[in-house]
């Protein structure tokens, strides 16, 4: 996980890391064979209204963070969504819609992935907790 925390920082560079608030999100619970990964990173700048999402998937499909969407960010929670294409090592293709709701209440996360459009059909999610850098 040391590499991917240092990926993430080399990715995002120092300058984007000081304007933003980065969610690194552990997850804690979640099903065996699923696409949720154990660990979740957000780089969200509320000034520009910019979310940056990198994860173990992202890594394996891309190796680099990736754009999302900040879906909602109010008093109680903020959710980010962002979109995977991904091919296994079968050459089977597969399109990801994912969701991460952060709760401010108590630092919670709940991560939810929808796959469809692709050879796979399911959906998958996971609960944790999240620290703010």
């Not at 190796?63 to 050459?91: H, K, M």
Request: positive net charge; charged residues 15%.
């Amino acid at each position: 996980m040391k590499k991917l925390t240092l990926l993430l920082a080399f990715a995002l560079g120092s300058g984007a890391a000081q304007a933003a608030t980065i969610f690194d999100c552990k997850i804690t619970s979640r099903p065996a064979g699923g696409y949720v990964t154990d660990r979740y990173f957000f780089e969200y700048d509320t000034n520009a209204g910019t979310v940056l999402v990198f994860d173990g998937l992202i890594k394996q499909a891309l190796g680099r963070p990736i754009s999302g969407t900040v879906s909602l960010d109010n008093g109680a929670q903020t959710a980010f969504s962002w979109p995977v294409l991904y091919t296994n090592t079968s050459g089977q293709h597969a399109k990801f819609a994912f969701r991460g709701t952060y709760f401010k209440a108590d630092h919670t996360v709940l991560v939810t992935a929808v796959v469809g459009g692709g050879e796979y059909r399911g959906s998958w999610e996971g609960r944790g907790t999240c620290s703010l850098k």
